[in-house]
């Protein structure tokens, strides 16, 4: 989830292609134009899997412009990629780079969900990624092109982790927020770990988005903090209308809540609504 242009973004999944929405207020929403299609992906087919789908999308501002990064799959058994376009604005167009940013690369590693963060305090970028079935996160630090690898950080994977890490600062704590569990089930859900720097080490804090009675599997999320008043908010999707532990089936919904903070920093356990 994303503020500007007067705007809020978000950048669901999207299978074939992706897009963005956008809303003035958090609650009505508007599919804009297609940002990027498998179709314009030139290097999409050189893994020689029969199908393809994009899912996974972290838009993120540098160097005056946008940066759209993006799973590849299919995954496990089939390598997985991250790649990355160059977008003209919030709203797209974006254009490949012309090359995956990162591979598969086995040692039960799955190149899936990245997440890109800028340190506020130097400016530089680190791209997250990695989960599922090897349930290990990786970070690297990006060139300032940000589409290219500068090194990679020896990170720590931290507790309940399994995919699609979010990393923000506040108050000069870094949170790594993630999800744990399985995506089909209840178990899915959102948990958290801070550090004194973007690399860790880090320090197990926490569930922040668990199922309950009516809402199952929480998962994959945003964070954002709103540039008009401040306030921090929490973008994620869940099963709505299902019954029992799991596995679920159909769709599943996005939803955004408020994130609140305790006095000591912790992020307080949000009730889903």
Request: net charge neutral.
């Given at each position: 989830?994303?503020?500007?242009?007067g705007?809020?973004?978000?950048?669901?999944?999207?299978?074939?292609?992706?897009?963005?929405?956008?809303?003035?207020d958090?609650?009505?929403?508007?599919?804009?134009?297609?940002?990027?299609?498998?179709?314009?992906?030139?290097?999409?087919?050189?893994?020689?899997?029969?199908?393809?789908?994009?899912?996974?999308?972290?838009?993120?501002?540098?160097?005056?412009?946008?940066?759209?990064?993006?799973?590849?799959?299919?995954?496990?058994?089939t390598?997985?990629?991250?790649?990355?376009?160059?977008?003209?604005?919030?709203?797209?167009?974006?254009?490949?780079?012309?090359?995956?940013?990162?591979?598969?690369?086995?040692?039960?590693?799955?190149?899936?969900?990245?997440?890109?963060?800028?340190?506020?305090k130097?400016?530089?970028?680190?791209?997250?990624?990695?989960?599922?079935?090897?349930?290990?996160?990786?970070?690297?630090?990006?060139?300032?092109?940000?589409?290219?690898?500068?090194?990679?950080?020896?990170?720590?994977?931290?507790?309940?982790f399994?995919?699609?890490?979010?990393?923000?600062?506040?108050?000069?704590?870094?949170?790594?927020?993630?999800?744990?569990?399985?995506?089909r089930?209840?178990?899915?859900?959102?948990?958290?770990?801070?550090?004194?720097?973007?690399?860790?080490?880090?320090?197990?804090?926490?569930?922040?988005?668990?199922?309950d009675?009516?809402?199952?599997?929480?998962?994959?999320?945003?964070?954002?903090?709103?540039?008009?008043?401040?306030?921090?908010?929490?973008?994620?999707?869940?099963?709505?209308?299902?019954?029992g532990?799991?596995?679920?089936?159909?769709?599943?919904?996005?939803?955004?809540?408020?994130?609140?903070?305790?006095?000591?920093?912790?992020i307080?356990?949000?009730?889903?609504?």
């Amino acid at each position: 989830m994303e503020a500007g242009d007067g705007r809020y973004w978000i950048y669901p999944t999207g299978g074939n292609a992706l897009f963005a929405w956008s809303s003035p207020d958090m609650r009505q929403w508007q599919r804009g134009a297609r940002l990027l299609s498998l179709d314009a992906i030139g290097w999409i087919g050189d893994d020689g899997a029969p199908r393809h789908f994009l899912w996974a999308p972290d838009m993120v501002a540098a160097n005056g412009g946008w940066y759209l990064y993006y799973s590849v799959g299919p995954q496990n058994p089939t390598p997985s990629r991250i790649g990355v376009a160059l977008c003209q604005s919030l709203a797209g167009p974006c254009a490949d780079s012309g090359k995956p940013l990162i591979h598969d690369g086995g040692n039960r590693f799955e190149a899936i969900d990245p997440a890109v963060f800028v340190d506020p305090k130097d400016g530089t970028a680190y791209l997250y990624a990695g989960g599922s079935a090897g349930a290990r996160l990786r970070a690297w630090v990006l060139k300032p092109d940000m589409i290219s690898l500068d090194r990679e950080l020896q990170v720590a994977t931290p507790q309940h982790f399994t995919e699609g890490a979010f990393m923000f600062e506040r108050g000069g704590t870094y949170y790594l927020s993630y999800s744990s569990g399985k995506w089909r089930d209840a178990s899915y859900s959102v948990h958290y770990a801070t550090a004194a720097a973007p690399t860790g080490p880090w320090s197990y804090a926490g569930a922040i988005l668990a199922s309950d009675a009516t809402y199952k599997g929480p998962g994959h999320h945003a964070v954002l903090r709103d540039p008009k008043d401040g306030r921090w908010y929490i973008a994620y999707h869940r099963w709505e209308g299902q019954r029992g532990d799991g596995p679920y089936a159909g769709q599943r919904r996005i939803a955004i809540q408020p994130l609140a903070f305790a006095a000591d920093g912790a992020i307080l356990p949000i009730r889903m609504e």
